[in-house]
């Protein structure tokens, strides 16, 4: 069994890295479309939103997600270290979700933060909230560290600056040993 967490904040381009996953057999999952499928579609219209529900109602979709995906198998998770909420930093993998995927590795997908910006502005799909991204970003690997502690995980850094993304690709399929 073995289950590699891929996290990154939102505007990374974690989505394309792991695409290169699925060429090699691995199955993605995502941590907020379970999320939403979970119930919480009945309280929001869109994943966007989830974010602004009281943390109350987020962790308990995130409990149910967290549970459906340890019953899948061997899967690459899409998900984030860090949601930002309106009442702070809430991790993506807090105790409960983290023991029970009980990831081989975690990989934090990062680029400049100006990076991060410029592709958060072209994509109108999604909406995107306006943060200190260089910031949301030591969080992530403060929270990855904590969980990468708490489950014997390793942490693996992805860089996937501009135009590179075959190179983080390389980098990603050589994390997964491929
Ligand atoms: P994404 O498509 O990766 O941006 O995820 C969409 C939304 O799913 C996020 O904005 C969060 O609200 C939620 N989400 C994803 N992963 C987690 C997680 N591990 N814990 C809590 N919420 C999550
Ligand atoms: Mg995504």
Do not use: C
Request: net charge negative.
């Amino acid at each position: 069994m073995s289950v590699v967490v891929v996290t990154g904040v939102p505007g990374v381009g974690k989505s394309t890295v792991m695409n290169a996953a699925e060429e090699f057999g691995f199955k993605i999952v995502n941590f907020g479309s379970i999320m939403f499928e979970q119930g919480s579609k009945d309280e929001v219209r869109d994943r966007d939103a989830m974010r602004k529900l009281p943390v109350s109602s987020q962790r308990k979709y995130q409990k149910m997600a967290g549970e459906a995906i340890s019953k899948m198998g061997d899967v690459v998770v899409d998900t984030h270290a860090s949601i930002l909420t309106p009442a702070g930093y809430m991790p993506g993998l807090p105790e409960w979700t983290v023991r029970a995927l009980n990831p081989d590795i975690i990989v934090l997908v990062e680029a400049d933060a100006e990076e991060i910006e410029r592709r958060r502005n072209k994509d109108s799909s999604r909406i995107r909230d306006s943060d200190d991204i260089e910031l949301h970003q030591r969080v992530n690997r403060e929270y990855a560290a904590v969980a990468a502690v708490m489950t014997g995980a390793t942490v693996a850094i992805v860089e996937n600056h501009d135009n590179q993304v075959e190179v983080a690709a390389k980098r990603f399929r050589e994390i997964l040993g491929k």
